[in-house]
């Protein structure tokens, strides 16, 4: 369904619109070709990911900070502060026509791509059939020639067919036809284009394009370059050139559109139009609690995750998605989107059961009937967790439809306790401490980017969710008035902040964390762990699915794999270690309770609310419970000997009322078996009676 129903003109309905975007787009983006600076890292191929190494500039990937080359060196050096690492590494500087990157064949000087010659003796040793005496019988070939479509700048010839690579391609594409008829009707393929290209295009979706443009550069968001962008507006001006709005037609409808053009867009083309498409989105006009799916950024200002949408159009029933729409609506004022999305899963499941498995056509047909066949359906097709978080949505549903009036429910259509499945025990979910040796081990962190081990030297030695650690603020580490080093963060579940105490190491994997942002982004970020890919001015935290993606990848490459059960048959491979950022979390707590820290203190440090939850967290080890047994075991008697009471015994009820007996006879000379006590005045506290 369209976004914007009709935009005529702008006496239109939906004048609001467009007045935003003439008030909203500047001068200088208002043109039919526009040019950005040449150090603009968003609309433009600035020289700022080369390699700071002087005299290298090698260009580098934009999680790094040096080139490949000087990351290695970089790494073995140990890590060493970027001052100190430029004064003591030289260049790399590797000659690709010289010694051994120069191509086999004698007599060429072409440089060598595989099997030890250059790309076109590559191909011309197919072709003859790989004769084992190639090398001293071919003979040589110039590589850099013109390429045969005329005008066509592009000098690199990359195969014997005599054309650059963008037209060898365009030629393959065609069905490889006569290459001289292909070279003059073919259009030349210009060098990396530097002007974003609008002309041609209806004013709406220009002027559209135009704010896209600048609110991208004003975001400092993902790069977007001009030959990325020309074929999405060659697209519409080929396939709707009477456009009166990109929001005219659903998002949907200009994907199959352009996606099945010849030509189509890029993936990073179709990525900026979708990005464009959601921004103009949040200039419409109206409710945006009024359409089936919910752009968070529009119903919950402040969210971080900008593609994230609940969608309430799955519920077939058209009075239940009102009623669902209302209740939701409430719910994402009081609580997390993430929480209202959860909620809206639950509600679509369940009206996806109303629709296919009972005859119920209104409101007042759901009764209790109808609820115990939806848990018998979670029964047997749901987890007990996912029946749990199902029935607890649809029961408060129901309990707040029937008090908000926004149903007329039967009385009895209700969710009992009983209908919950029974909970169990939670299975301990710590990490070994084998493991975690693993895991801590320098060797097996230096395997993972440098803001990544950081945050994993985080994680461990705080506990915290991967929500908090991700977004830390720069200044999270503070010193206390005792001089120690405590964390400060934010407690989503919480909606408050807490300050934690540190240990050193973890004090020191944030400020190496400090310098690293400072050394990328020297105009500093407001983030600890910013996000690494399309962030050229950091002002984006780091989303928890990059961690989640790098923790999993990590795992393979160190091969942690779980002890097989006993009765696996013979051959069965062992499953990897689940390492997830949360197990961190119930690692610390086992930790914790193990080296006798009192639950109440555990509790506090992790943030919970109830000894409950913590008692989940913490596990305690079998060899703690044990020592714990034999100190219950072990008493000292009056003569300071040690006996040890053995459980099952019929002389340990004797023992130990004989040893209660003896401890009684042993009183101080003030005739109590304690010293009284005392008060700050040296008056003797009341010891009871009535004169």
């Known amino acids: 369904m369209s976004v914007l129903r009709a935009i005529p003109t702008p006496e239109g ?10 008030l909203a787009v500047r001068a200088e983006f208002r043109v039919d070709h526009y040019q950005a600076a040449s150090d603009d890292p968003v609309l ?8 700071p190494v002087p005299r290298c500039g090698t260009k580098r990937a934009a999680k790094d900070t040096y080139c490949d080359r000087h990351t290695k060196r970089w790494v073995d050096m140990g890590r060493p502060a970027m001052a100190e690492f430029l004064v003591s590494v030289p260049p790399v500087k590797v000659a690709r026509v010289a010694g051994s990157m120069k191509c086999g064949v004698e007599t060429c000087d072409n440089p060598r791509a595989n099997r030890g010659w250059c790309r076109l003796h590559t191909e011309v040793w197919r072709k003859r059939g790989q004769p084992e005496d190639f090398a001293s019988s071919a003979a040589a070939v110039a590589e850099i020639a013109a390429c045969r479509v005329p005008d066509c700048p592009r000098p690199e010839i990359t195969s014997l067919s005599g054309l650059c690579y963008c037209h060898r391609r365009r030629w393959n594409d065609a069905g490889r036809p006569p290459l001289e008829a292909f070279a003059l009707k073919a259009d030349p393929v210009g060098l990396v284009q530097k002007i974003f290209v609008l002309a041609g295009l209806p004013p709406g979706p220009k002027l559209e394009l135009q704010y896209a443009l600048q609110h991208r550069q004003d975001a400092q968001g993902a790069r977007i370059l001009p030959n990325r962008l020309a074929p999405l507006v060659k697209g519409i001006i080929a396939h709707d050139p009477g456009c009166r709005s990109i929001l005219d037609r659903s998002l949907e409808d200009w994907e199959a559109l352009l996606g099945g053009a010849r030509g189509k867009p890029s993936g990073h083309a179709r990525s ?97 009937r109808e609820i115990e066949a939806y848990v018998s359906h979670l029964n047997a097709h749901a987890t007990d967790h996912k029946r749990a978080s199902r029935l607890g949505t649809v029961g408060l549903f129901l309990r707040n439809a029937r008090e908000q009036e926004l149903l007329d429910l039967q009385a009895n259509a209700t969710v009992h306790p009983d209908d919950f499945p ?83 190491p973890t004090a020191e994997a944030i ?14 970020s407001k983030w600890l762990f910013p996000k690494t890919r399309c962030n050229p001015a950091a002002v984006y935290a780091m989303p928890y699915e990059t961690l989640s993606g790098l923790l999993a990848k990590w795992t393979k490459q160190l091969d942690l794999r779980e002890p097989l059960p006993p009765d696996a048959p013979p051959g069965a491979e062992a499953p990897f270690v689940q390492i997830t950022s949360h197990r961190f979390r119930h690692t610390i707590a086992t930790r914790m309770i193990n080296e006798d820290v009192p639950e109440c203190v555990i509790q506090r440090f992790l943030n919970h609310e109830s000894p409950t939850m913590t008692q989940r967290y913490a596990a305690m080890h079998d060899k703690t419970l044990k020592q714990a047994f034999d100190k219950y075991r072990e008493r000292v008697t009056t003569e300071g000997k040690v006996v040890v009471y053995e459980p099952d015994s019929p002389m340990t009820e004797g023992m130990r009322l004989n040893d209660r007996l003896k401890r009684a006879r042993q009183t101080l000379a003030n005739g109590y078996c304690a010293r009284p006590l005392q008060t700050d005045l040296g008056i003797p506290p009341f010891r009871g009676g009535i004169a």
């Open 13 to 22: 309905t939906n004048a609001t619109y467009w007045g935003r975007l003439e």
């Open 272 to 368: 900026f139009f979708r990005w464009t498409y959601g921004e103009l989105s949040l200039l419409v006009d109206g409710d945006p609690f009024l359409l089936d799916r919910w752009d968070v950024r529009r119903v919950k200002p402040g969210t971080m995750r900008s593609s994230f949408c609940i969608d309430w159009s799955d519920i077939p029933q058209p009075w239940l998605r009102e009623a669902a729409k209302r209740w939701g609506r409430v719910r994402i004022a009081t609580r997390s989107a993430k929480t209202t999305h959860r909620d809206s899963k639950g509600l679509i499941d369940f009206a996806l059961f109303l629709d296919q498995h009972t005859s119920v056509t209104s409101p007042g047909d759901i009764s209790r």
């Open 44 to 51: 433009s191929m600035s020289n700022s990911r080369g390699c």
């Open 511 to 524: 400020r190496d964390q400090q310098a690293a942002v400072l050394r990328r982004w020297p105009g500093g």
């Open 422 to 504: 029974r909970p169990k025990g939670a299975v301990p979910r710590f990490l070994s401490e084998p493991v975690m040796a693993v895991l801590e081990a320098p060797e097996s962190l230096a395997l993972l980017p440098e803001w990544c081990h950081n945050l994993i030297r985080v994680l461990i030695g705080t506990g915290r969710r991967a929500s908090e650690a991700c977004t830390l603020e720069f200044h999270s580490l503070v010193e206390g008035p005792d001089g120690e080093p405590y964390l400060r963060y934010f407690a989503g579940k919480e909606s408050k902040e807490h300050m934690i105490p540190l240990d050193p």
